[in-house]
């Protein structure tokens, strides 16, 4: 049966894009997913393949009972996420995070889009505003939004789009890496117990390795990125070490939850850690290591790393600008721009911040556009999940004075009320058991709304 349905287009395949597309077929609605690579590359990606992965290779965790980000890994899915059944299926080890082998992972992801029959994918750049007859657009185009693209909707809208740095962490090769000083092992050894390397550092190493990277040579900011603010969670290594001489000690280069077997009497003034890859186990990159450094300045102030003198760079850091709409003032509650209703925005794009995040909200606006073709209304998820609170924060919950890049956290979600928010004795819960109370309450309300949106699609 010839399907007479009007395609809905879709403009960036990174992760959003690709959800999007996934859900508006699965939903029975073809689909153009227009991307410009090859035809125009970026500063920051590396290949061609749809869904590449730019920074990390980590979902980040994995624990739905008792963190935001686990929780909406759980609540995608049950929503047939393609990202996270990819993902699934291309886990590295990486403790109680989700990790993936990157090639692996981009590669099944375009595969599945290839072999979708209602997905077409057109290679090639949308420099301004899509055409008047494509009557649905979402646009996906991420933190690396074209300058002509997003010219054109700062015009449309006569908003300046926002715009922060965002930084990538070098890889080295494992084999490169010197075992008579490293040694795997999980903080608190959780997940595998072993599935992160540690390279210690004493407190002379400590200090001489603050100063070089403080004073190694950073890239030069072109004249219309200075005054740009980074996002705070991806903060370049440099500029959390020009913070404070112990900033790095509480926070990536944290020596807490390790012992060296090595020298177990003796406690790390701080310590590195490296995050598998790939899926071979081949390459590890420095977790929280993000860097503004010249490439030449990196290799000397990384390889003065107890156990990385010889490391092999297989990537050097990198930084590139990304934007973001000032959303709670420009798109509605069904992540339309206000000022033309049939244009959508999906993924980083929105003010999301994190590759899952930016999944997520691909999924939400795909099946707001499917619904919409099918003249059927989609009801977002509650508040009280991951990702209501997140569409809540995009599409409201946020002051638009204020608003900034935000990963999913339970800072997002309503407060637990009445006796859900307490313990026994009748005291306020907190730290982990409140944790755990806003995923039980997140995980019962997804439930219940699934079950509600399938009785109402009857």
Partial sequence: MTNTLEPIHIVGGGLAGCEAAWQIAKAGVPVILHEMRPVRTTDAHHTDTLAELVCSNSFRSDDSDFNAVGLLH?????????????????????????????????????????????????????DGLPPEDWSSVIIATGPLTSQDLSGAISSLTGE??????DAIAPIVTKDSIDFDKAWFQ???????????????????????????LIKGEKTEFKEWE??????????????MAERGRETLRFGPMKPVGLTNPHDPQTKAWAIVQLRQDNALGTLYNLVGFQTKLKYGAQKGVFQSIPGLENAEFVRLGGIHRNTF??????????FRLKAMPRLRFAGQITGCEGYIESAAV?????RFAAAERHDLVFAPPPPTTSMGALYNHITGGAREETYQPMNVNFGL??????????????????????????????????????ESTSQAAQ
Wanted: hydrophobic fraction near 35%.
């Fill in 160 to 165: 300046d789009s926002l715009a922060f740095f």
């Fill in 226 to 239: 200075k005054g740009t603010p980074y996002f705070e969670g991806c903060l370049p290594i440099e500029v």
């Fill in 362 to 366: 691909g999924l939400m606006v795909g």
């Fill in 74 to 126: 759980h609540e995608m899915r049950g929503l047939d996420s393609l990202i996270l059944q990819t993902g699934d299926t291309h886990k590295v080890p990486a403790g109680s995070a989700l990790a993936v082998d990157r090639d692996g992972f981009a590669e099944a992801v375009q595969s599945a889009i290839e072999n979708q029959p209602l997905i077409t994918i057109e290679r090639g750049e949308v």
């Fill in 325 to 334: 709409l000032n959303s709670p003032r420009l798109l509605d509650e069904s």
């Fill in 413 to 450: 979600f309503p407060d637990l009320e009445g006796e859900e928010g307490k313990r026994e004795n009748g005291r306020k819960l907190k730290g982990r058991d409140r944790k755990g109370a806003y995923s039980a309450r997140g995980k019962r309300d997804f439930i219940n709304w699934l």
């Fill in 186 to 212: 999980s903080r608190y050894d959780k997940g595998e117990g072993s599935d992160y390397i540690n390279c210690p550092m004493d407190e002379a190493q400590y200090n001489t390795f603050l100063d070089a």
